[in-house]
């Protein structure tokens, strides 16, 4: 059921045909759908690689005399002899040697080793020039060899791809190596280690639905068309056209399917800054569990000072304030290193995501954006899919979690019913419950119902002076118990939803004060806030994993009981 190069065009990869417009109808693929790929592998390369900083690892091939269909092949078995497997068509054959001469390449991927600001990364391009870059047999068995070595020298790999999807004229055969590529890479995700990818235009059928958007980030370029079927294809088994819209970059990062869309000129800074990150060693721990190590999150204000309790309506009335910090503002001001991730609904969306660097330690980090009646960002089915997504993401790369919860409330709505709301927040649960690295979760302000506790399941919780916790907000209290809005104040002081009443009943670690209000120090309150993350990041990375989901077991089973 592939899989054409995605655009009106036809590829290399739609038939056996070996025409010389072959190649030219592949390589105009990319123009047919806006600001498609203008670059080719190696200037790809070259745009993200220090100066003389890539070496290749490709073996020469040769071209395919007479033979039999090819047929998968050991690792030992030469690329020369993979090559020499390939079909008689002599159409093929000729679409081959016009797309050597044509692009100097012998096959439709580079791969080798690359320096970026010094660091090591494997690289796998696809080259669209040479038919489409199609996936034949050799293809990917040099796409798998370069996986595998990067798995053997533990580096991170990046891909990227431009593809139509399986070379057609190749077939099943050609088909079934998706399975080999994704095996490998699987073994690269399961060994601990970063696989990246950047999706061109096109990034089609069988690469996208395999390795393409295997990625534990998955990046895009500008207007690419991404998907599972091309239009033509789509119009011609289906009999009517797929929207223009539905398959562009920018559609699917919208949908939290392409966590950011990047131009290839800013490509190297991204990837410069997230291998910053991902290779980023942990400080050695030094002093108690519970000191703080060095980094720009510390304050002239200890940890903890005594202050009195706040009332807890007065508490919820400034959570609400417009101008109070909320995820995005804290991460500036604690992270030494970040990388926003797209999520669903973007910038304007309820939901950040993020690579950073706290406390010298790398962490991946999801948080509710605070609402305000400026800007209402409902928490939906979506956000909490991404949640979930992150989750898995940090237990991938083997990082902590760190949970901010910050909102009103879940999307109340038909649609939102209609999505499953309440089906993804138990889901978010057990994901959280289960997940084996460390969860660390900051409640920063409003925690209105199932959209809150949705991602409070952690081993350690800090909360901000003035948050609070409550199953509703206190106006919907007081219409369940009062049948109006009017007790809102007396509800809030009665069912114990502040930081501190959160903190006697199991839930809360520690309280960071607020002096009197985070939205009238900022600065101060991130710093203080800032540094206790870095502590409690410090004493979770001492701690095993065994000994931690166990405690973490215990901690849930004693959740509710007064202290």
């Known amino acids: 059921m592939d899989m054409d190069t995605g655009s009106s065009t036809g590829s290399g990869t739609a038939s056996g045909s070996g025409s010389g417009s072959a190649v030219g109808r592949a390589t105009g693929a990319g123009s047919a759908v806006g600001r498609g790929t203008a670059l080719t592998a190696h200037q790809l390369i070259g745009l993200l690689v220090d100066p003389g900083g890539f070496h290749s690892w490709d073996e020469p091939l040769t071209a395919p005399p007479s033979g039999s269909a090819p047929t998968p092949a050991p690792p030992s078995t030469s690329l020369s002899a993979l090559s020499a ?14 797309a050597r001469d044509r692009t100097g390449l012998d096959e439709a991927v580079l791969t080798g080793l690359g320096l970026v600001d010094g660091r090591p990364v494997a690289l796998v391009a696809s080259e669209f020039g040479f038919l489409g870059g199609s996936i034949g047999v050799a293809t990917a068995e040099r796409i798998t060899r370069a996986v595998e070595r990067a798995t053997a020298e533990r580096l991170p790999l990046l891909a990227l791809p431009v593809s139509g999807g399986t070379r057609m004229q190749e077939g099943s055969a050609a088909f079934l190596c998706m399975l080999r590529i994704t095996a490998a890479v699987q073994a690269h995700r399961a060994a601990g280690l970063p696989y990246l990818t950047y999706l061109r235009n096109p990034t089609m059928g069988g690469v996208f639905a395999s390795w393409g958007t295997l990625g534990q980030l998955v990046f895009a370029e500008p207007g690419a068309r991404l998907g599972f079927l091309g239009p033509r294809v789509y119009e011609e088994l289906r009999g009517v056209e797929l929207p223009a819209d539905v398959q ?56 903890e000072q005594p202050a009195p309790h706040p009332d807890a309506w007065d508490s919820v009335r400034r959570t609400r304030r417009p101008d109070r910090p909320g995820t995005r503002e804290l991460l500036r001001r604690t992270a030494e290193e970040l990388v926003l991730l797209d999520a669903p609904g973007g910038r304007a969306g309820a939901l950040v995501r993020a690579l950073a660097v706290l406390g010298g330690r790398p962490v991946l980090v999801v948080g509710q954006q605070r609402q305000t009646p400026e800007h209402e960002r409902p928490f939906t089915a979506a956000d909490l899919r991404a949640v979930r997504h992150t989750a898995r993401l940090a237990e991938q790369l083997r990082l902590p979690l760190v949970t901010v919860v910050d909102t009103a409330g879940a999307e109340l709505s038909a649609q939102a019913e209609l999505d499953g709301i309440a089906v993804e927040i138990a889901h978010c649960l057990t994901t959280l419950l289960a997940l084996r690295t460390p969860v660390l979760a900051v409640l920063l302000g409003q925690g209105s119902g199932g959209g809150a506790l949705a991602l409070l399941p952690a081993d350690r919780v800090l909360a901000a002076g003035h948050a609070w916790l409550a199953p509703l907000p206190p106006e919907g209290a007081s219409a369940i118990v009062h049948r109006d809005g009017a007790h809102a104040a007396e509800l809030a002081r009665a069912q114990g939803i502040g930081a501190h009443d959160l903190a006697r009943v199991g839930l809360v670690d520690e309280v960071i004060p607020e002096l009197p209000d985070a939205a009238e120090e900022p600065e101060s309150f991130c710093a203080r806030l800032g540094a206790a993350l870095n502590a409690a990041l410090a004493e979770l990375s001492v701690t095993g994993e065994a000994d931690r989901l166990a405690a973490r077991a215990l901690r849930h089973r004693r959740l509710g009981d007064r202290r």
């Open 85 to 98: 497997s390939a079909p008689t068509d002599p159409g093929y054959r000729a679409s081959l040697d016009r």
């Open 248 to 303: 562009l970059a920018e559609t699917l990062a919208g949908h939290g399917l392409v966590d950011a869309v990047v131009p290839p000129q800013e490509l190297r800074e991204l990837l410069r800054r997230t291998l910053s990150v991902l290779g980023t060693a942990p400080p050695p721990h030094r002093g108690t569990a519970g000191s703080a190590p060095s980094g720009p999150a510390r304050s002239d204000h200890p940890v």
